[in-house]
């Protein structure tokens, strides 16, 4: 059996019986879309946020592209992000009609380079977007500090990070709004698409439940343009039950990533670093090494298939080229994709599987390793 990065084939055998009731519940219930799980699912992922609202969308890329739209931001403006994130986190601002503007990472981290900031703040950004990338968040206190000072905007990319603390706050309250993906991999992912922005600000929520619903309130009349983007019952049945158990999956995650760190401390691997202050849900465990390419067609040999996020940094990708970065502007950014790749790393990932990666990275590495 070869062991992959992610698979969800376990966990379903585990809980097969309660998300097949879901399934029936809803099928059952004569209200598919937009009904009352979609509600309830919004309601509880809020409280889970520590927000006072949360507003279920198709997927997060439609989430980050209708939260941009909700404070009006379009052509002209910049958003201010990094290029170490996944192609949607810069799609969404694109698809707003916005012009994406990079930041560096953090070396240590991999996460936004706050210090760079002020550089490349100009009068026409409205936005930092910070990722809280692999599953842990960015020093947002210095976002905040730094946007409140130039009035702008923060909306996060919490893609990665449900239940990622940041002194102590949840993430998706740490800024104006926080976009979330139900995407199947992620920390809390249904069977299929979806999505949800959590808010604490009454007219955001609200503009945001019209934009997603081609900008209506009541049936049959719209009060502006709008879009369609909606969670659907049967996810969001499901994701109610996941959430449940979201606290359980996280602790998990995080003692799969002291296995790796205590079993790898002594390779020439770097491993990943949690931040003081922060709780790294560990969505990804990603680690760097020199010889990357090679390791991993070692390990593909061996049936161990992982993989690379990301292989190629946003700023250099042919579509986003028209944005004018050339190879060398985000040297830290640059360097990790050419050394970085994650261990197989989610709930249902058996003892067994962790060790033989690390065995095999010893041997492949000609070091030790602790089990
Ligand atoms: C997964 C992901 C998204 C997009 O989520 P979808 O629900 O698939 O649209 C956006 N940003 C980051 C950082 C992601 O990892």
Redesign the pocket.
């Known amino acids: 059996m070869s062991i992959r990065v992610w698979d969800y084939l376990q966990e379903y055998e585990e809980e097969r019986e309660d998300i097949l009731g879901c399934v029936e519940q809803v099928f059952r219930s004569g209200r598919l879309i937009l009904g009352p799980q979609v509600e309830a699912l919004e309601q509880e992922f809020a409280r889970y946020c520590e927000c006072a609202y949360g507003v279920g969308v198709g997927?997060?890329?439609?989430g980050?592209f209708l939260a941009l739209k909700a404070l009006d931001i379009g052509p002209g403006d910049e958003v201010v992000t990094v290029a170490n994130?996944?192609v949607?986190?810069v799609a969404a601002i694109q698809a707003a009609g916005a012009t994406a503007r990079f930041v560096d990472v953090s070396d240590e981290t991999l996460l936004m380079n706050t210090s760079q900031l002020d550089e490349v703040i100009t009068p026409r950004t409205k936005c930092i977007l910070p990722?809280h990338?692999f599953g842990q968040c960015v020093d947002m206190g210095a976002v905040r500090r730094i946007a409140e000072g130039a009035r702008i905007r923060v909306v996060e990319?919490c893609?990665?990070s449900h239940g990622a603390t940041y002194r102590g706050c949840r993430a998706g309250r740490l800024g104006d709004m926080g976009v979330f993906?139900?995407?199947p991999t992620?920390p809390l992912g249904g069977y299929g698409?979806g999505?949800m922005l959590t808010t604490n600000d009454a007219d955001l929520a609200k503009r945001l439940r019209r934009l997603r619903f081609y900008g209506m309130e009541g049936a049959y009349y719209s009060e502006e343009p709008g879009y369609n983007s909606r969670l659907d019952e049967l996810q969001a049945a499901i994701l109610r039950r996941k959430l449940v158990r979201l606290e359980g999956y996280i602790e998990r995650r995080r003692e799969i990533a002291s296995r790796y760190q205590r079993a790898l401390a002594r390779t020439s691997l770097r491993l990943p670093v949690e931040v003081e202050g922060n709780r790294h849900v560990y969505y990804l465990y990603v680690v760097r090494h020199a010889k990357r390419d090679w390791l991993l067609e070692q390990l593909r040999a061996r049936e161990i298939l992982l993989n690379i996020s990301y292989p190629w940094p946003i700023h250099l990708m042919r579509g986003f080229s028209h944005l004018g970065y050339k190879e060398g502007s985000l040297p830290v950014t640059e360097r990790a994709a050419k050394e970085v790749f994650s261990l197989p790393l989610y709930p249902s990932l058996p003892d067994a599987s962790i060790e033989a990666v690390c065995r095999a990275l010893g041997e492949l590495l000609g070091e030790s390793v602790d089990l």
């Open positions: 997927n997060a890329t439609d980050l994130t996944a949607p986190t990722v990338l990319d893609a990665q993906s139900f995407y992620k698409d999505g």
